[in-house]
């Protein structure tokens, strides 16, 4: 095969793009940045991306997807007050915009398969391209920024403008009809809630996307069992009846368990099924350990005395 041979780009992102191909024969063009969809490889070639996602990278993709809808359930929650019939429908609501968002952000790319190629992440500077950008002589800089992980950097941008767009349509219709129960300025306060969180998500994403990459497992073991301890001990459970006299308490304990696999799935990443899988005998263990120690912290207890002032 010939190739037409060059000076070697400068800087870990920098490539030539494939300008002609005739046979045997590959014409390259200058050194720059790689079309959307490409990468450089060890030659510093632009290839495209035709790998599928990792079991890992579906797992960063889903914990992405999940946080806009559990941020929507948390706000709904707290703002529904005793009205948990609105609440249900809310609730379900958000998880069929989310649902379908999700599913129409697969099919954009590529137009109408649900399937995604992808280019592997090899370090944490995949994620941050823009910082990378040579300068040969200190003065002029080669711009080569560009998407090295495709697509997992922009297609949560995408889910997320989705997600807002599905809100505004559905939501605000679906409270006018079923929230009227609630004030005026409080049936639509979800709403507004999630005005607020998706501009911070989408600035999480933009700046701190690498990094949840790497952090997500652990993020997500910490917080579900804060939270898990944090709502057990508000809602004075102390023994396995407290437990078992309330629906909605099994259904956030079983949650939690979900996240807490999810955490372990996605730490172990599965590499070693037979080694792996006995982990997820540990995902009740946080929970029976409150069961058996809430007795020496009592949180009612706690709990009154925080509301007395002591």
């Excluded at 359930?73 to 958000?94: P, V």
């Amino acid at each position: 095969m010939a190739v037409d041979i060059q000076p070697a780009c400068l800087g870990l992102y920098c490539g030539k793009t494939l300008l002609f191909k005739n046979g045997s024969t590959e014409i390259y063009g200058e050194c720059g940045v790689c079309p959307r969809g490409q990468r450089t490889n060890a030659q510093k070639y632009c290839q495209p991306c035709t790998e599928s996602p990792e079991l890992y990278d579906w797992l960063y993709l889903g914990f992405m997807a999940m946080l806009p809808l559990v941020l929507h359930w948390f706000f709904i929650e707290w703002y529904s007050g005793k009205k948990s019939s609105s609440a249900l429908f809310q609730h379900i609501t958000a998880l069929f915009e989310c649902t379908v968002a999700a599913l129409v952000t697969l099919l954009v790319e590529p137009v109408g398969v649900l399937h995604i190629r992808s280019c592997r992440v090899l370090m944490l500077s995949d994620w941050y391209t823009m910082l990378y950008n040579p300068s040969p002589d200190y003065v002029t800089t080669v711009h080569c920024t560009h998407e090295a992980v495709y697509p997992l950097y922009t297609i949560v941008f995408i889910y997320y403008a989705f997600c807002l767009v599905l809100m505004m349509l559905l939501r605000p219709l679906l409270v006018k009809k079923i929230a009227c129960g609630l004030g005026k300025s409080d049936r639509f306060k979800s709403i507004y809630a999630a005005l607020y969180f998706f501009p911070i998500l989408t600035v999480l994403q933009a700046v701190g996307g690498g990094l949840l990459y790497y952090a997500f497992p652990y993020i997500i073991l910490v917080l579900s069992l804060v939270t898990l301890a944090v709502y057990m001990s508000a809602s004075e459970i102390e023994n396995c009846y407290d437990l078992l006299v309330r629906k909605k308490r099994l259904i956030v304990l079983f949650s939690h368990w979900l996240l807490h696999a999810y955490g372990i799935i996605s730490i172990s990443r599965v590499d070693k099924l037979e080694q792996d899988l006995p982990l997820l005998a540990l995902v009740p263990t946080p929970a029976l350990f409150y069961l058996f120690t809430a007795k020496f912290t009592e949180p009612s207890r706690i709990l009154s005395e925080g509301a007395n002032g002591h």
